[in-house]
């Protein structure tokens, strides 16, 4: 698996699948979560209404991962997960590695070649950039995905040079 870093725009990714870091309602939000929703058009939002309604009636849990159409977005699929909130007095690591290796299972399910992550948990659920940044690599890394390759997509170049000193 190659993985790549790119600072710019998750959503004009020409890959097979963005990852969304998605609030559990699924109905879109701010950050990532509403960019993908605004920029994806409404069938996307359509068919998180359709998953709310059925498998996940009490919302995505945090650590999981569902995927849906990607709408106008240049990619096939969009695969939604819900990032811990970052807490300083509990170590909440294990749930933000389930969701970059719960993506990737889901990836490879579909058979997506390439997938385009942004950094989970690290805007309103304050996750600190450069542990997130260590947690995201060592999983995917670990993870033994068929996904030929990851790219990290970063905000910011405070976020790529987390990622860069995370993938040396």
């Known amino acids: 698996m190659d993985i790549t870093l790119v600072q710019g725009d998750i959503t004009q990714q020409a890959v097979d699948a963005v990852v969304n870091a998605a609030n ?5 939000g701010g950050g990532v979560d509403g960019a993908i929703h605004r920029r994806g058009g409404p069938a996307i939002l359509e068919e998180c209404r359709r998953l709310r309604a059925s498998r996940y009636g009490k919302g ?6 569902v995927a ?6 240049p990619a096939r699929w969009v695969i939604h997960t819900v990032g811990p909130v970052y807490s300083p007095t509990e ?3 294990a749930l933000l590695a389930s969701c970059y290796r719960e993506s990737l299972r889901v990836a490879d399910s579909l058979g997506a070649a390439t997938v385009a992550f942004p950094a989970i948990s690290t805007g309103l659920y304050g996750w600190p950039m450069d542990d997130d940044a260590r947690v995201a690599v060592e999983t995917v890394r670990e993870s033994g995905s068929g996904v030929a390759e990851v790219r990290f997509v970063l905000f910011d170049a405070a976020a790529y040079a987390a990622f860069s ?4």
Do not use: F, N
Request: no cysteine.
């Open 165 to 168: 000193a995370a993938t040396m």
């Open 24 to 28: 559990s309602s699924l109905l879109g």
């Open 60 to 65: 995505l849990p945090t650590g999981q991962a």
């Open 91 to 93: 170590d909440r690591s």
């Open 68 to 73: 849906t159409t990607a709408g106008l977005l």
